[in-house]
């Protein structure tokens, strides 16, 4: 299998393809294929020129860090998750996610995820006991990745932007559903802010690795006043 990955060997260079030549498990996952190339000490390009390791990042392996999120055959997708078998064709690109800066080869900083949360207060704080309201969509909320394949699709998502869309709905609705305190505050700052800039494309659900139901929380966040 050809497998054409762009690479960056760092922020203040030029992104280029580089081609490999893939001859590893058909039953791989794409985290698996990179792995199987780099393993090499002698790493070459498919022409047989000695090249660098790929860079890309992982933790868990099993879909549970966000780490491997990257773009194959032009879909974002965690690698880990990502079996060969269902990739159709005899070519494989792999790139970066395109919404973030580029720190090296498929390694993004997405801190603006975390950054941008922080600036808004959007995070639940002291635990509060749930009420047992609604319970099911709190949890189902509360294990995104913070994995970026959502703004990689989203319309309305620049770069860097205060705007983050399925995260921003997503995490208003599940810190205005746990803390009392905070429910005005961050009720005003929903509508506000996600109201006018959400345009409702939800390619977000289609690449969500963890299924959020994001369309769920913009209704409950749009009923619920502050
Ligand atoms: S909403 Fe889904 S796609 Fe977006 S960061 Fe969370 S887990 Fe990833
Ligand atoms: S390595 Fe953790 S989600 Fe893929």
Not at 106 to 132: C, E, T, W
Not at 161 to 177: M, P
Not at 201 to 213: A, N, Q, T
Request: aromatic share 8%.
């Amino acid at each position: 299998m050809r497998v054409k990955v762009l690479r960056q060997l760092s922020p203040f260079t030029e992104p280029y393809w580089e081609e490999f030549l893939y001859d590893g498990p058909g039953d791989n996952t794409v985290a698996g294929l990179i792995d199987y190339l780099n393993y090499h000490d002698d790493i070459v390009d498919i022409n047989g020129k000695k090249t660098t390791r790929i860079g890309w990042e992982c933790s868990c392996l099993q879909g549970v860090c966000g780490g491997c999120a990257m773009v194959v055959n032009d879909m974002p997708r965690l690698a880990c998750e990502t079996f060969l078998r269902d990739l159709k064709g005899e070519e494989l690109t792999i790139r970066p996610l395109r919404k973030f800066p580029v720190i090296h080869d498929l390694v993004v900083d997405r801190s603006v995820i975390h950054q941008n949360l922080m600036k808004s207060d959007i995070f639940i704080g002291a635990y509060q006991p749930s009420d047992g309201a609604d319970h099911e969509h709190q949890y189902s909320v509360a294990k995104c990745l913070k994995c970026g394949l959502c703004l990689e699709v989203c319309p309305n998502y620049v770069n860097g932007d205060s705007f983050f869309g399925a995260i921003f709905a997503n995490d208003c609705y599940l810190v205005s559903a746990r803390n009392s305190e905070k429910r005005k505050e961050i009720t005003e700052l929903y509508h506000s802010h996600f109201g006018n800039s959400c345009s409702k494309s939800l390619s977000c659900m289609d690449v969500c690795p963890m299924k959020i139901e994001t369309i769920a929380s913009i209704a409950k966040m749009n009923r619920q006043r502050g």
